[in-house]
């Protein structure tokens, strides 16, 4: 868990938040052990901008990745920053099961399941009944 915590760590120096200033840095660990790294990467047309727990996840996806245990997101903040509602949601259409470790500007740890940040999740099983 500790090579996954310092991930993230790392991963957020390379944080491209021109405008906000906020930099996040993600790590996700495949079932086999294997840690994709991502940053927020921000644009000047807000809506275009990428969390780095979705850049984390497309760049597992893209490399064939489908298996996960679990995603530390690390901020520069006093409090615990978990994912946002969008990264919410593409985490739990890949990886329902996922444990989501927060990392605070202190290097504090606070745990929790995405089940528990998304209950009642829009799901795939929902499109199969139209």
């Known amino acids: 868990m ?3 915590i310092t ?3 790392q991963a957020k120096v390379q944080a491209l ?3 906000s200033n906020f930099r996040v840095g993600a790590a996700l660990e495949t079932a086999t052990g294997k840690i994709y790294t991502g940053c927020n990467i921000e ?3 807000y809506g275009l901008t990428c969390c780095a727990e979705r850049v984390a996840i497309f760049k597992a996806l893209s490399e064939g990745e489908r298996d996960f245990i ?3 997101v690390a901020a520069d903040t006093e409090e615990f920053c978990t994912p946002c509602g969008a990264c919410r949601q593409v985490l739990w259409d890949y990886a329902k099961n996922l444990e989501i470790l927060c990392i605070n500007k202190h290097g504090a740890l606070h745990t929790i399941q995405l089940r528990d940040l998304l209950p009642e999740a829009f799901d795939d099983h929902l499109l199969k009944q139209g």
Request: hydrophobic share 35%; net charge positive; no cysteine.
């Open 70 to 72: 679990r995603i530390s």
């Open 43 to 45: 644009s000047s047309s």
């Open 17 to 19: 938040a021109t405008y």
């Open 2 to 4: 500790d090579k996954l």
């Open 7 to 9: 991930a993230a760590q």
